[in-house]
Each structure stands twice: as structure tokens, then as C-alpha cells.
């Protein structure tokens, strides 16, 4: 999180010391872009083992050059509620519940939750119109991805699983991700109307980091592929300072 500020605050700084103004629609330019952006992603490899489709939130601070080539770092906070493994089988009844500790069957929600921290290398192919900064758009990028199922218990009233011991059912998991994607950015004349649209494919190579889990009864060691692939549509704030319009008197 601290990365991300850090990287906004750079953003809106370096937008105050660019050169004079300049005209988006005449020329190539260069340009801080912060994107806010939504995805919707389905899981493949390891990870549709475990969960199934999710939704992400992303911040996007990209530097665009005037030879169109851009620089960015992107964070995500991925969200869903499809949990396809079993978790509690060591503390559940027959039927497959828990009980709480008034003897009753216990109220128990379980959500994916995780992130992804990247670095990015894209380059815009231009179109003629509506400008030259705007067009198709492929990058590439490294980094992090973390997930676990978050596990809520209504009314905390089951011991089985206080904070002390969700930590060994929440399937922690982390490891290094690579990143593709492919788009259209669109920078309108007037800056008044930005956004990007492309599809994405994550490739996250993980593995657990709990030091035992209670429903495999050992530590897991296995190492997974998880994958993601999806839509992601993204609101553009760019901040190049623009040209003044001319008035022609006779």
C-alpha cells in the first residue's frame, strides 16, 4: 500500500514539472496516467481447484513516453465468494457441519480474498484518430500475487476456529506472477473522456505459507500454477498539461 501512495504522490509531482503545455491531438506526448480500473477474472491451473470465478480492484500508475512506450506499477485487490474446496472435515459432523458452542450448527462464510503487486512494459500501437496516444496497447509484467479463503464466523461463537486457528485452514498461499495483456487506451481530445478496455492472463506460481494445515493434517509443500484470465474496462485520469485553445480575431 505504502508502494502504491508512494508511486501517486510521484506521479502527480512529475506532472507539475513537465514542460510547457502541449496538444494531445497534434503529437505524441508524454504523460503520467492513473488508472482506476474493474476486472472480472476466471481461475485456471491449480487455482479453479480452489476457487472459482473472482473480481478485482486496480490501481494503475503508468508513465507514458512521447515514442509511446509505457512504464507502469499496478496493484489489485482480488474479491470473490466461490470456494470449491472442503475445509473443515477434522472438526465437522457427518452431515458436514460445525457446531458452536451452544451445541448448534454454527454460521460459517467463507470468501477469496488476495492481491497482486506488478511491475509493467507495454507499448501503444498509435491510431490516426481520435490522436496519436491513443490506439491498441500490449504489455508484459512481473511480480506478486497472494490469496487465502477468509473465513468468517457469524457471531464468533465457534472455538474451533478463533484467530489462533483459521490460520491453519485459510490455505495462505503466495509466489511470483507474470503478467500479459492486450487493449485498447483511448485519450480523448478534450481529456474529458479516458479509458482502457483489454483482456488479461495471470500466471501466479505459488505455493503455501502456513506451517501446517489442519485439514491435510501436515504442512503443505505442494508448489501450484495459478492462473487467471479475464476482462479488465479502466477509467484514465492522464496529467499533461493542455494546450490552450486559439481565438483568431478579424
Same mark, same amino acid.
Given at each position: 500500500?505504502?508502494?502504491?501512495?508512494?508511486?501517486?504522490?510521484?506521479?502527480?509531482?512529475i506532472s507539475f514539472s513537465l514542460p510547457a503545455q502541449v496538444s494531445i491531438k497534434d503529437s505524441s506526448i508524454y504523460t503520467p496516467l492513473i488508472g482506476f480500473s474493474y476486472g472480472y477474472y476466471?481461475?485456471?491451473?491449480?487455482?479453479?481447484?480452489?476457487?472459482?470465478?473472482?473480481?478485482?480492484?486496480?490501481?494503475?500508475?503508468?508513465?507514458?513516453?512521447?515514442?509511446?512506450?509505457?512504464?507502469?506499477?499496478?496493484?489489485?485487490?482480488?474479491?470473490?465468494?466461490?470456494?470449491?474446496?472442503?475445509?473443515?472435515? =477434522?472438526?465437522?459432523?457427518?452431515?458436514? @457441519?460445525?457446531?458452536?458452542? !451452544?451445541? &448448534?450448527?454454527?454460521?460459517?462464510? *467463507? #470468501?477469496?480474498?488476495?492481491?497482486?503487486?506488478?511491475?509493467?512494459?507495454?507499448?501503444?500501437?498509435?491510431?490516426?484518430?481520435?490522436?496519436?496516444?491513443?490506439?491498441?496497447?500490449?504489455?508484459?509484467?512481473?511480480?506478486?500475487?497472494?490469496?487465502?479463503?477468509?473465513?468468517?464466523?457469524?457471531?464468533?461463537?465457534?472455538?474451533?476456529?478463533?484467530?489462533?486457528?483459521?490460520?491453519?485452514?485459510?490455505?495462505?498461499?503466495?509466489g511470483f506472477l507474470l503478467t500479459e495483456s492486450i487493449g485498447y487506451l483511448y485519450l480523448s481530445n478534450n481529456r474529458l473522456a479516458n479509458i482502457y478496455v483489454g483482456i488479461e492472463c495471470m500466471?501466479?506460481?505459488?505455493? =503455501?505459507?502456513?506451517?501446517?494445515?489442519? @485439514?491435510?493434517?501436515?504442512? !503443505?509443500? &505442494?508448489?501450484?500454477?495459478?492462473? *487467471? #484470465?479475464?476482462?479488465?474496462?479502466?477509467?484514465?485520469?492522464?496529467?499533461?498539461?493542455?494546450?490552450?485553445?486559439?481565438?483568431?480575431?478579424?
Amino acid at each position: 500500500m505504502k508502494t502504491f501512495i508512494l508511486a501517486l504522490l510521484s506521479a502527480f509531482l512529475i506532472s507539475f514539472s513537465l514542460p510547457a503545455q502541449v496538444s494531445i491531438k497534434d503529437s505524441s506526448i508524454y504523460t503520467p496516467l492513473i488508472g482506476f480500473s474493474y476486472g472480472y477474472y476466471f481461475p485456471g491451473g491449480d487455482l479453479k481447484d480452489r476457487f472459482g470465478n473472482n473480481s478485482a480492484l486496480q490501481l494503475n500508475v503508468d508513465f507514458k513516453t512521447k515514442y509511446n512506450w509505457i512504464l507502469g506499477i499496478n496493484g489489485s485487490y482480488l474479491f470473490g465468494k466461490n470456494i470449491k474446496v472442503s475445509l473443515f472435515d =477434522s472438526i465437522s459432523t457427518s452431515n458436514g @457441519n460445525v457446531i458452536n458452542e !451452544d451445541g &448448534e450448527y454454527a454460521d460459517i462464510r *467463507l #470468501y477469496e480474498r488476495g492481491f497482486t503487486v506488478s511491475g509493467t512494459l507495454g507499448r501503444l500501437i498509435p491510431f490516426k484518430k481520435p490522436n496519436p496516444n491513443s490506439g491498441i496497447r500490449i504489455d508484459v509484467g512481473f511480480g506478486f500475487m497472494q490469496h487465502k479463503i477468509r473465513i468468517e464466523t457469524i457471531g464468533n461463537d465457534v472455538p474451533q476456529l478463533d484467530k489462533r486457528y483459521k490460520k491453519g485452514y485459510d490455505k495462505l498461499s503466495n509466489g511470483f506472477l507474470l503478467t500479459e495483456s492486450i487493449g485498447y487506451l483511448y485519450l480523448s481530445n478534450n481529456r474529458l473522456a479516458n479509458i482502457y478496455v483489454g483482456i488479461e492472463c495471470m500466471q501466479g506460481f505459488t505455493q =503455501s505459507r502456513r506451517s501446517y494445515d489442519y @485439514n491435510l493434517m501436515k504442512k !503443505d509443500t &505442494e508448489k501450484h500454477v495459478d492462473i *487467471l #484470465y479475464g476482462a479488465r474496462i479502466a477509467w484514465i485520469l492522464p496529467l499533461y498539461k493542455k494546450a490552450p485553445q486559439e481565438y483568431y480575431m478579424y
